[in-house]
């Protein structure tokens, strides 16, 4: 590890931790953070490939690279790897494990592009998709329905309707079973769950959004305990060439520093946005894990370490999202969650997700609170 790690900054509060984690040790007139090392092919000179630990070639091993999987492993609690987008880490999560003949039991309910992996390319290898909707994994588990496969992929909370499941519950069953489990922490981030903590073999972020939460880098990451899955995560990258660009690890690095206040932020926005919501006729099914009485709400205080600001909830139909949107000068039209604007994605329109068409993923961003509420509250009430 090459930045500060683990061992380190061991009982430091989450903003420090946010802020040194993958920093070199200070040397006198070093700048206070790495930067960006912009090369393919590295000096060999007449030494044999990686001797010493030398880097070679940018597709398997750069420098700043290894800041940004310092500092994400840190946090996670494991040994990281990068990529060049959330999709490609879960590629790499899944196809490095399975293999033709295996099933794989995923989220029913979760991000639909993970399932569209599952139904395109993992059953055109020869893998079984079992889809199992995110509350109903755990009663699975428990009932002895995971014999036989070969891993468990989480969402918890699940993207977009914030259910979430008893990891490490699944995670005890699973391994009975002879299984791995992989969880999709991205919409937690390390700071709100910690997966290898509560028995996951491998935790998979997408740090287009929270982590990173600037709206300007597509970047992944996957983080694991063991050495041998390790290798095998990082030979399946390596292969394949999904690593990302040094500029886009930099600026993931760079933005990790105020993660801890952004997610605080967006929480507080999230909790005020929620009783605005719950208070008002033109919205229904709110979900909200953090919210006193949210089916979520129970095991998402008992498992998860801190609340986000991704909220979601219904609208009567498309039409009225639009006169929303219309209406509020503050809450974006766009996809995607976790970064430091406001956002309102209705789910329907990108057909991958079963929901009402009304159906709408509110990301809060880090606008002052009170604007926020009375934006909300505004474009609400212009509903009619």
């Known amino acids: ?19 040194r984690v993958g920093e070199d040790p200070a040397v006198p007139g070093a700048p206070l953070r790495p930067s960006p090392v912009f090369a393919a092919p590295f000096h060999l000179g007449d030494q044999p490939p990686r001797a010493g630990g030398a ?14 999987e310092d500092a994400v492993g840190a946090l996670d609690g ?3 790897l990068s990529f060049a987008t959330g ?16 099933r794989v039991v ?8 993970t399932r569209m992996l599952a139904a395109e390319e993992l059953t055109r290898f020869g893998i079984d998709a079992q889809y199992v909707p995110t509350p109903e994994i755990g009663r699975l588990a428990a009932e002895g329905g995971l014999a036989g496969a070969s891993m ?3 969402e918890t909370p699940s993207n977009p309707q914030l259910d979430v499941c008893d990891i490490a519950a699944v995670a005890d069953a699973a391994h009975a079973a ?17 997966p290898l903590a509560l028995g996951a073999d491998l935790t998979v972020g997408s740090d287009t959004k929270a982590l990173t939460g600037h709206s300007d880098v597509l970047l992944g990451h996957v983080t694991v305990t063991d050495d041998e899955l390790y290798a095998r995560v990082k030979g399946f990258r390596d292969r394949t060439g999904s690593t990302p660009g040094p500029f886009e690890a930099w600026l993931g690095h760079r933005s990790m520093s105020t993660l801890d206040l952004r997610l605080a932020r967006q929480a507080a926005n999230a909790a005020a946005v929620v009783e605005v919501l719950a208070a008002h006729p033109a919205v229904t099914n709110l979900r909200w894990p953090w919210r006193a009485g949210d089916p979520s709400f129970a095991l998402a205080s008992r498992q998860m370490l801190r609340p986000n600001g991704v909220v979601s909830a219904e609208l009567a139909d498309e039409a009225a999202v639009s006169r929303f949107l219309g209406a509020s000068r503050l809450w974006a039209a766009a996809t995607s969650f976790g970064g430091v604007h406001s956002t309102v994605d209705r789910r329907a329109q990108w057909g991958g997700d079963d929901v009402p068409a009304g159906f709408v993923r509110f990301s809060c961003g880090i606008e002052d609170t009170a604007d926020l509420v009375a934006d909300l509250a505004g474009a609400l009430d212009a509903l009619g």
């Open 106 to 113: 995923l989220p029913s309910d979760g991000y639909y592009a």
């Open 55 to 68: 880097d070679a070639y940018a597709r398997t091993e750069h420098p700043t690279f290894r800041h940004f």
């Open 78 to 80: 494991g040994r990281c």
């Open 1 to 19: 590890m090459s930045g500060q790690g683990r061992e380190e900054l061991d009982g430091y509060g989450d903003g420090t931790r946010a802020v």
């Open 87 to 102: 999709m490609a880490a879960l590629t790499a999560a899944v196809l490095a494990c399975a293999r033709s003949g295996d």
């Open 152 to 154: 468990v992929l989480l």
């Open 178 to 194: 002879g299984a791995l489990v992989a969880v999709d922490n991205t919409t937690a981030t390390p700071l709100g769950q910690r």
